[in-house]
């Protein structure tokens, strides 16, 4: 008898406890909308790649199907300010992207460090020339993740809660592109492949180091976007697109609502 109660109590006391950790994780979004939200960041951020492109954005290309356009219009913070920008690298965020963050700021999202690193670069080198071009090109990427980018990712880390010392600032990663041994029947080489993903793996464990020792909350993409990468048979990443070359290794419009979308809400 007494067991039966104990197990009845914990299974009320555990329901009890999902039930206040529902409720305050809807007050947090509450409160974060009601002091407004600004997206920072380069193309993963803008949109590029999910298409519909806000032509006063120009080449920042950033567009309604993007994950913090979504989140707005599903939150309807107080204000919703979107430069994330194409192309940006941190010290882009720096120098143009700061101005509308304030005391009042409840959220902030960004993606920044895929463009310091070199990513465009890097993946043109793979596309064009041989496997052991490609990896040399990877690994003097990676030395720079290691060397150079942790220091620029604080300037910008350390900016943001100076200008929003109040905001919840979720930082997001980047997916890896490939599934290994996948479907894909063309294209760049399994080294090649695993090389690229290495890369991903070692930007993404930067930037969450960062963001953790300036207590920012890291969002978990390449886990999100696990069974939806390149040859992986339902993409929600383009490959090399030569109809729109711009496009080429971002995500979809499925990559944005059904991979970061998510991830920002879990941490939001």
């Not at 109660?5 to 007050?27: H, K």
């Amino acid at each position: 008898m007494k067991l039966r109660r104990t197990a009845t109590l914990v299974t009320s006391f555990l329901a009890a406890a999902l039930t206040f950790t529902g409720a305050g994780a809807a007050a947090a979004a509450d409160t974060q909308a009601a002091g407004g939200y600004v997206a920072l960041g380069d193309s993963y951020s803008s949109g590029v790649g999910a298409g519909s492109y806000d032509s006063g954005s120009g080449d920042c290309r950033r567009t309604p199907k993007a994950y913090p356009a979504l989140w707005a219009a599903a939150n309807s913070p107080a204000s919703f300010d979107f430069v994330a920008c194409s192309g940006a690298k941190t010290g882009d965020v720096l120098a143009n992207q700061l101005g509308p963050l304030n005391s009042s700021t409840g959220l902030v999202s960004l993606t920044i460090g895929g463009n310091d690193a070199g990513f465009a670069d890097v993946m043109t080198t793979c596309v064009l020339k041989s496997e052991a071009t490609c990896v040399a090109r990877v690994n003097e990427a990676k030395a720079f993740v290691e060397s150079s980018l942790p220091a620029k990712l604080d300037s910008v880390y350390s900016q943001i809660r100076s200008k929003a010392p109040s905001a919840n600032v979720v930082v997001l990663g980047y997916p890896r592109f490939y599934k290994l041994n996948g479907s894909c029947v063309a294209g760049l080489t399994e080294g090649e492949r695993t090389a690229i993903n290495g890369a991903a793996d070692l930007l993404n464990s930067v930037i969450s180091k960062r963001a953790a020792d300036h207590g920012y909350a890291y969002g978990d993409i390449a886990a999100a976007f696990t069974g939806h990468e390149i040859c992986s048979g339902d993409s929600w990443l383009h490959s090399v697109k030569w109809t729109g070359i711009n496009d080429s290794y971002h995500p979809t419009a499925a990559g944005q609502s059904g991979g970061y979308l998510p991830v920002l809400n879990s941490r939001a």
